[in-house]
């Protein structure tokens, strides 16, 4: 390990699985470094062993999300001057996600999430039709496209108490998607999908006090399809379409 000059950043990193512990490592600190740069730093520089994941470092993979600080947050955009405190940091996997190794976290349930809410195009519309065209000023076109931009990230979902207190709520990834795809006008599989979100695991869970809104990296709003999609299933259920 490095020695700790007034330039260095103390670092405390998860290491091992569930029952891991926190390893302490000394990088040194540069203008503009983000905490996945540290981590980088980490694993080519002090010990190789270090399991991360990332890929694109702009922003638009979604795969390098990790708690710092505390916090669940994109690494490859947050900028260890925002976010270190006393020239320390902690950097821990996502929470509510298992543990593959170090700061790596198994992804299934929160994709498998997405499957379950129905977060599939289903089209009726073959190779031989004409496109299907959606004015870009229609009401339900603003809506899928306010909620469109998700890189899948799963800090919403790391930051959603429900999802640690209910684990199989589906959580505000999952039924963002879902209310893109409610809201667009070619998808026939709209009754299945309603179906799927209305349930007891489903956007009803949701205490709207927006966690996942405040922490999004894409500055989406999964509180506002929630809710959304518990006003379109409160009215299916009154036309006794649910
Ligand atoms: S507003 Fe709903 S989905 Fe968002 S963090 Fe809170 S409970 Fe979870
Ligand atoms: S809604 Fe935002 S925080 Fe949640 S997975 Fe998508 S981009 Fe990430
Ligand atoms: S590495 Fe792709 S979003 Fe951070």
Same mark, same amino acid.
């Not at 505000?172 to 299945?192: F, I, S, Y």
């Not at 869970?205 to 405040?214: K, L, M």
């Given at each position: 390990?490095?020695?700790?000059?007034?330039?260095?950043?103390?670092?405390?990193?998860?290491?091992?699985?569930?029952?891991?512990?926190?390893?302490?490592y000394?990088?040194?600190?540069?203008?503009?470094?983000?905490?996945?740069?540290?981590?980088t730093?980490?694993?080519?520089?002090?010990?190789?062993?270090?399991?991360?994941?990332?890929?694109?470092?702009?922003?638009?993979?979604?795969?390098?999300?990790?708690?710092?600080?505390?916090?669940?947050?994109?690494?490859?955009?947050?900028?260890?001057?925002?976010?270190?405190?006393?020239?320390?940091?902690?950097?821990?996997?996502?929470a509510?996600?298992?543990?593959?190794?170090?700061?790596?976290?198994?992804?299934?349930d929160?994709?498998?999430?997405?499957?379950?809410?129905?977060?599939?195009?289903?089209?009726?519309?073959?190779?031989?039709?004409?496109?299907?065209?959606?004015?870009?000023?229609?009401?339900?076109?603003?809506?899928?496209?306010?909620?469109?931009?998700?890189? +899948? *990230?799963?800090? !919403?979902?790391?930051?959603?108490?429900?999802?640690?207190?209910? #684990?199989?709520? %589906?959580? @505000?990834? $999952?039924?963002?998607?879902?209310?893109?795809?409610?809201?667009?006008?070619?998808?026939?599989g709209?009754?299945?999908?309603?179906?799927?979100?209305?349930?007891?695991? +489903? *956007?009803?869970? !949701?205490?709207?006090?927006?966690?996942?809104?405040?922490?999004? #990296?894409?500055? %989406?709003? @999964?509180? $506002?399809?929630?809710?959304?999609?518990?006003?379109?299933?409160?009215?299916?259920?009154?036309?006794?379409?649910l």
């Amino acid at each position: 390990m490095t020695s700790v000059t007034a330039t260095t950043l103390r670092v405390r990193v998860w290491r091992g699985g569930e029952r891991g512990e926190f390893a302490a490592y000394a990088v040194p600190r540069h203008q503009s470094q983000t905490v996945l740069d540290v981590v980088t730093y980490i694993q080519r520089r002090l010990d190789p062993s270090l399991a991360y994941r990332f890929a694109c470092r702009v922003g638009m993979c979604g795969s390098c999300a990790m708690t710092v600080n505390g916090v669940p947050r994109w690494t490859c955009r947050t900028h260890v001057a925002q976010v270190a405190k006393a020239d320390a940091l902690e950097i821990a996997p996502l929470a509510h996600l298992p543990i593959v190794r170090d700061l790596v976290t198994d992804m299934r349930d929160f994709f498998d999430k997405w499957t379950r809410a129905s977060g599939r195009f289903t089209g009726a519309r073959t190779r031989h039709d004409d496109f299907a065209r959606v004015s870009p000023a229609s009401r339900e076109r603003v809506a899928a496209d306010a909620g469109i931009e998700c890189i +899948g *990230c799963g800090v !919403c979902y790391a930051a959603c108490d429900v999802v640690r207190w209910r #684990p199989e709520y %589906l959580g @505000p990834a $999952a039924l963002n998607r879902a209310w893109t795809l409610a809201n667009d006008t070619r998808d026939v599989g709209q009754r299945e999908r309603l179906g799927a979100v209305a349930g007891d695991a +489903g *956007c009803h869970a !949701c205490h709207t006090q927006g966690s996942c809104a405040e922490l999004c #990296p894409k500055h %989406l709003a @999964p509180t $506002a399809g929630i809710a959304g999609l518990k006003r379109l299933a409160a009215r299916a259920a009154l036309r006794g379409d649910l």
